[in-house]
């Protein structure tokens, strides 16, 4: 094991540990929950091989019954639920069953399905904030894709009982709900996703496979779980931590989407009232004085820095604030600093598209540095604390740019922040080029109900940069190709440099991490205010000429 990876798995370790005892500081001792707890964990110790998402699309797409564990705090589990029944639909007639709704709401369930009943009513109807207190909108996107392809659900949860006995009451109902539903519809794909601990042999499935049997049915059943904390440590001690699918056994399979300390972040957050964001959902909380257990972007940016083992400058995170969504003044403010005037257009535009930036201006002569988040995204985070790292070692930009230079500049500013994130989450997901055909495709056949048309444009770009790329290195022939778009005054040039820099940054973590790009250089790089003409262009294509080997590491 490299030093460097070592370090890497050292600190995802200790904010595991850190953030696993918030929890259970936040938490009554429950022991009916630890019992159901231990029983998953007793099965999930071992697998048998490194799988991959053709595997598991080819087992589910030959399944009767899927069981999908579910961590409902965390966005990158349920995008795991759409991203199968993508690949599945069309293949199979899929029924869908949600742990989020009740089986008593399923008239307002098909009403919601069939566009009879509006979302704000339908959500009115079935009392969701009460019955289901998390993130609808981590949820919308499955529901709407399964509205557009026809797909029913069918809701399979109750009301709560008390201890063990209501949890394996909850369980025999929905077994109930699953197995009419087999029977019903013979031939149909019936996929259920239920909490993680639910979907464990004992427990559900079990109960569902007791019925089946009474009924002398077989069936093929596959199961899928997620980010199971135990797997990955012992993925790590094989030295096989980048795997994003594994096979437990025949038809059971984990997938790895994130890393375990931001799995319980996201519940971190979810406990300190926030909608997968820091500021508050229930606003009377807001001023009660109880303290964040988030994850500090001060304590991202030292992590970064240790880890790259550059040391910060004396008192530099007193010259850093750090703005939410919940500071409602925070355009005032903005106002309130005349270096900042001219960038309040961008500045809006960032904020109404819930994305999270870093500001550079001087207050009182002194470097100042602002960042905002507009929601608790652990990768945007660690992606501004890497920019701030960046800005506070290179220096505030002194000359103006030309749109040939900003360009490039802002790739290598994006790749060098992409790459800093990924010490704190290296699930972190950024395209490639095969993915960009992947998602062109799918655009073109309308799989997304709501697309933002500048992105197939930004796509179309990017595959046209690289396959430049790969013909000359001379900038005359990338100004006569792209100038039109380095000139854009609209987000499109941001876009297309950002997604330019983010995958550079992934194969630049890799190359780093396999000890084929030394760390030394990356320092260089954190330094390097790459302003002279034409430094940026040739720093961007040196850099990327050095990575041709490294493959796109594919996460499911």
């Known amino acids: 094991m490299s030093k460097f990876r070592e370090e890497l798995i050292r600190i995802q370790k200790k904010n595991y540990r850190k953030n696993v005892k918030l929890v259970r500081d936040s938490l009554e001792h429950n022991p009916d929950v630890e019992a159901y707890e231990k029983e998953y964990f007793r099965y999930l110790r071992k697998f048998q091989y490194i799988s991959n998402k053709a595997e598991l699309v080819k087992k589910v797409s030959s399944a009767d019954l899927i069981f999908h564990g579910d961590y409902h705090t965390l966005r990158q589990s349920q995008r795991c639920v759409l991203r199968i029944l993508r690949e599945i639909q069309g293949k199979r007639e899929i029924i869908l069953c949600l742990e989020m709704f009740h089986g008593a709401d399923q008239k307002y369930i098909n009403g919601f399905m069939s566009g009879e009943l509006s979302e704000g009513t339908f959500i009115d109807k079935i009392d969701y904030s009460r019955k289901w207190p998390f993130s609808w909108r981590n949820w919308s996107s499955i529901i709407y ?18 201890g063990i006995k209501g949890l394996r009451d909850r369980d025999r109902y929905s077994a109930r709900i699953i197995t009419k539903a087999l029977l019903q519809n013979p031939g149909k794909l019936i996929h259920v996703v239920d909490g993680d601990f639910h979907i464990a042999p004992g427990h559900l499935p079990k109960m569902v496979d007791q019925m089946l049997e009474m009924l002398d049915v077989q069936i093929k059943q596959v199961t899928i779980y997620q ?22 056994n025949e038809n059971s399979f984990c997938v790895m989407n994130t890393m375990p300390a931001n799995k319980v972040q996201s519940y971190l957050n979810w406990l300190e009232f926030s909608e997968d964001a820091y500021y508050p959902v229930h606003r009377e909380w807001e001023d009660d004085g109880y303290g964040g257990q988030g994850l500090a972007v001060e304590e991202i940016v030292s992590e970064i820095s240790a880890i790259l083992k550059i040391e910060l400058p004396a008192h530099c995170l007193e010259k850093l604030t750090v703005y939410y969504a919940s500071d409602l003044d925070f355009m005032d403010l903005i106002h309130n600093i005349p270096e900042l005037k001219g960038q309040v257009r961008l500045i809006k535009k960032k904020i109404r598209n819930e994305e999270g930036f870093l500001l550079e201006y001087s207050r009182a002569g002194n470097d100042a540095y602002l960042i905002y988040l507009p929601n608790s995204n652990i990768n945007m985070a660690a992606e501004e604390a890497s920019h701030f790292v960046n800005a506070v070692f290179r220096g505030r930009i002194q000359v103006r740019l030309s749109p040939f230079d900003r360009f490039y500049w802002n790739v290598l500013t994006e790749c060098l922040g992409f790459f800093g994130s990924k010490f704190i989450n290296e699930k972190r997901k950024a395209q490639s080029e095969n993915s960009l055909r992947r998602l062109l495709g799918q655009i073109k056949h309308k799989e997304y109900r709501k697309v933002d048309p500048m992105v197939p444009q930004v796509a179309r770009y990017i595959l046209q940069h ?86 796109h590491v594919s996460q499911f």
């Open 227 to 248: 980010n199971a904390e135990n797997l990955y440590w012992k993925l790590c001690q094989e030295g096989k931590e980048e795997s994003d699918v594994i096979r437990i």
């Open 145 to 162: 894709f399964c509205q557009d392809h026809k797909i029913p659900i069918l809701g399979i949860n109750s009301q709560a009982g008390e």
């Open 466 to 551: 690289y396959a430049l790329q790969r013909r000359t290195g001379e900038a005359k022939a990338f100004e006569k190709k792209f100038d039109d778009q380095y000139r854009n005054r609209s987000s499109l040039p941001i876009m297309f440099s950002t997604q330019l820099g983010y995958m550079l940054g992934n194969k630049l973590y890799y190359a780093v991490k396999k000890g084929r790009f030394p760390l030394s250089k990356i320092r260089g790089y954190f330094r390097n205010p790459f302003d002279a003409p034409g430094q940026a262009f040739e720093y961007y294509l040196e850099i990327s000429n050095r990575l041709k080997e490294v493959k």
